[in-house]
């Protein structure tokens, strides 16, 4: 890991077209600054880390999945869509 | 003509069918082609399928089938017809099951590229109930 030292108003810069700034510092705290293009996609890493959680919850194997639980389910829903 | 198995059903597919993923899903970068079939029985929610692993299931519906009002904002390289799907985690008691809403999955109609992306915004959550009414 590649790690920098910057005081408040110094930016860094990733690839051409993104660049993070340490707006401001104040005790345990730091405010980041990021300018990105919008088909890059910025969360705090605690988002990500749910998302990750979640979907490894969601993969099922082929032999374990819970056809029952699932019709009823669909029987839930399909009443629900017209 | 390729098939793959679901729930002791060969279904059929087509090369026009499989979906690309460039970046994985979050957290399993290694599902990079699949292909998304419905069956009947279990209509809305339909299966989406990995390539390259022949164990692998996600089970996945149509956000707006259930959240009428589910409208959010995709970045800007995703096109007004893009094709979205929410992934769905199933229980037993099928009251406790979850749809992560917060990170949906877009496939483009016209390439059938897809990815997953996190929305920024917070009203979404990525284990939200099913309406149970």
Not at chain 2, 10 to 37: C, K, M, N, W
Request: include cysteine; charge should be negative; charged fraction near 25%.
């Amino acid at each position: 890991m590649l790690v920098l030292s910057r005081r408040p108003g110094q930016k860094i810069v990733i690839g051409n077209e993104i660049t993070i700034e340490v707006v401001s510092v104040s005790g345990e705290g730091v405010r980041l600054g990021i300018s990105a293009p919008d088909t890059v996609s910025v969360h705090r890493f605690e988002v990500f880390e749910e998302i990750q959680a979640a979907n490894k919850l969601a993969e099922i194997n082929e032999a374990a999945i819970d056809a029952t639980s699932l019709k009823d389910l669909s029987e839930h829903f399909k009443d629900r869509q017209k | 003509m390729a098939t793959i198995m679901i729930k002791g059903h060969q279904h059929e597919y087509s090369d026009s069918d499989v979906i690309t993923f460039a970046e994985g899903l979050i957290g399993l970068p290694r599902i990079r082609r699949a292909v998304v079939l419905s069956m009947n029985e279990f209509e809305p929610f339909c299966w989406l399928a990995p390539l390259d692993e022949t164990e692998t299931r996600f089970v996945v519906v149509d956000p707006k089938l259930i959240f009428d009002n589910y409208q959010p904002k995709f970045h800007s390289s995703a096109s007004m017809d893009v094709q979205t799907y929410a992934i769905v985690t199933i229980a037993s008691d099928w009251k406790q099951t979850t749809i992560n809403l917060r990170a949906p999955i877009l496939i483009n109609p016209e390439d059938r590229t897809g990815s997953q992306q996190i929305l920024t915004e917070t009203q979404y959550h990525f284990a939200e109930r099913l309406p149970q009414d």
